[in-house]
C-alpha cells in the first residue's frame, strides 16, 4: 500500500483525507502492524483510485527485479483473512503485467456480512460476482439481490455494496474486476 500511496505522490495526510482512514492508522497498516478490516481496505483503496485487489499485487519494480510473469501459480497466489468477517479471498490473477481484469477467489462464512462504502474512484471499476457454491445476498445501492451457485451479478463500484452470507454454510465466488479510465459519459 506504501509503494501505491507513494507512486500517486500522496502523503499519510493526504491519503487520510481521501479515505477516510486515520493516519495513524494507515501507517500502522503500512508498516504490518495492524490487520485491517475489508471495510478499511475499501476504504484505502477508493482514496487510492484502485480495487481492493490492487493491493494485494506484488509492486515490487527496479532493474533488480525479476521480469514478471503472465502466469500466478496457486502456492503463490496472495491469500488475505478478513479479522472481522473472517472471509477468505485469494487474488487468482497475476500481479504483473498489468492488466484492467482481476480475478479473486472468495470464500465467505456462514452467517457474515461485510458492508462497503464504496464510492466514485478515478477510475471506472465494474465487477462481477459468480456464485460458485452455496448463496450470497448482495445489495447494491440499496437493491438487494440474492445469488444461488451458477448466478452472476455485474455492476460497477460506485456505490454502497453490502455481501451477507443469509445461510448456513459457507458460500464461494468469484470475483471479476475490469477498471477503465473514468469516464463521466458512462453509465452502469
Do not use: H
Not at 456480512?113 to 440499496?142: K, N, P
Amino acid at each position: 500500500m506504501r509503494e501505491l500511496r507513494e507512486a500517486q505522490g500522496f502523503s499519510l495526510d493526504a491519503l487520510a483525507e481521501r479515505s477516510g482512514v486515520s493516519r495513524s492508522n494507515i501507517s500502522l497498516i503500512e508498516r504490518g502492524q495492524s490487520s485491517p478490516t475489508a471495510t478499511v481496505l475499501d476504504k484505502l483503496s477508493t482514496g487510492l483510485g484502485v480495487t481492493v485487489a490492487s493491493l494485494f499485487e506484488d509492486g515490487r519494480a527496479g532493474a533488480a527485479a525479476a521480469a514478471p510473469s503472465p502466469l500466478a501459480r496457486v502456492d503463490e497466489q496472495p491469500v488475505w483473512t478478513d479479522p472481522a468477517s473472517g472471509y477468505v479471498r485469494r487474488n487468482v490473477s497475476p500481479s504483473s503485467p498489468r492488466s484492467p481484469l482481476q480475478l479473486v477467489d472468495v470464500l465467505f462464512p456462514a452467517g457474515q456480512r461485510v458492508a462497503f462504502e464504496t464510492s466514485a474512484r478515478d477510475a471506472d471499476v465494474y465487477q462481477q460476482v459468480w456464485m460458485i457454491e452455496g448463496q450470497m445476498e448482495l445489495t447494491v445501492d440499496g437493491t438487494p439481490w440474492l445469488l444461488e451457485q451458477g448466478d452472476c451479478l455485474s455492476m460497477r463500484l460506485n456505490c454502497p455494496i453490502v455481501y451477507r452470507n443469509p445461510s448456513r454454510q459457507a458460500a464461494r465466488y468469484l470475483v471479476a474486476l475490469a477498471s477503465l479510465p473514468f469516464s463521466p459519459e458512462r453509465s452502469f
